[in-house]
C-alpha cells in the first residue's frame, strides 16, 4: 500500500517487563508483528522493495538519568527508558524492523517532558514528521504504549498534521485500564480511526 506508514510508540523494554510495565504489553506486540506480516507480504516482491513502500518509523522515550518525569525530580514516574540501558531498548521481536534513520528519540531534555512522537527526533536531526512528510506519507497506523500517554498524544498531534490516522486497537499496552478506554473514546471523537 502506498504512501502508508506504520509508527510504533515506545515497544521498549521498560514498559513491556520494566519499571514501567505495561498492561497487555506482550499481546500487543504479537498484534503489531502480525500487522507488519500482513502489511509486507507481498510474494510477487522482494522484502526489500516491500519494506521500501511501508516504512515503519519507531518513537523512543529516552531520557536522562536525572529527567524531570522521575519521581526524584518531582515527576509522576519511577525512572525509566534511561538513556544507555537496556529499559531503553526496542523489543526485540521488532528491533529487526528499525533503523536509525526511522528511530525518533523524545524526552531527552532534562527539562522537557514529551509524551508525543510527533517531534521526536533521529540521529540525523530530522522528526518524525519531516520523515513523514519527505517520505510523501498520507495514512499513519499507530500501535504501542502506553495509549492514555504517547500513543494518543502521537496520534492527536498526526491526526492535527492532516494525515489519516489509524489506531491498532489490539496493537496497545496501558498503565490503566479504564485511562486505556477513556482515552480511545477520545481518540474516535477526534476523528482518529481505531482498526
Ligand atoms: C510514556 C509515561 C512516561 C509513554 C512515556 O510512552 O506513554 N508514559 N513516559
Ligand atoms: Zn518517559
Redesign the pocket.
Known amino acids: 500500500m502506498k504512501d502508508t506508514a506504520l509508527v510504533v510508540?515506545?515497544m521498549l523494554y521498560d514498559?513491556i517487563d520494566g519499571s514501567?510495565a505495561c498492561q497487555n504489553a506482550a499481546p500487543a506486540i504479537e498484534a503489531s508483528l502480525k500487522f507488519i506480516d500482513k502489511m509486507t507480504s507481498a510474494p510477487e516482491e522482494s522484502p526489500d522493495v516491500i519494506r521500501s513502500r511501508f516504512p515503519i518509523l519507531f518513537v523512543r522515550?529516552f531520557h536522562p538519568a536525572d529527567h524531570c518525569?522521575f519521581t526524584q525530580q518531582g515527576g509522576p514516574?519511577p525512572p525509566?527508558c534511561v538513556q544507555g540501558t537496556h529499559g531503553a531498548d526496542i523489543h526485540e521481536a521488532l528491533a529487526p524492523y528499525a533503523s536509525e534513520e526511522l528511530s525518533f528519540y523524545k524526552?531527552y531534555q532534562q527539562d522537557k517532558e514529551q509524551?508525543s512522537g510527533f517531534e521526536g527526533i533521529n540521529e540525523a536531526g530530522q522528526s518524525l514528521y519531516d520523515v513523514l512528510d519527505i517520505l510523501d506519507v498520507k495514512n499513519v497506523y499507530v500501535c504501542g504504549?502506553?495509549t492514555e500517554?504517547?500513543?494518543r498524544n502521537t496520534a492527536e498531534d498526526l491526526k492535527k498534521a492532516g494525515f489519516t490516522v489509524y489506531v491498532l486497537k489490539d496493537a496497545l499496552a496501558w498503565v490503566d485500564y479504564a485511562g486505556h478506554l477513556e482515552a480511545l473514546s477520545a481518540m474516535q471523537k477526534e476523528g482518529i480511526r481505531l482498526v
Open positions: 510508540v515506545d514498559f514501567m522515550d518525569s514516574w525509566h524526552g509524551y504504549i502506553a500517554f504517547c500513543v
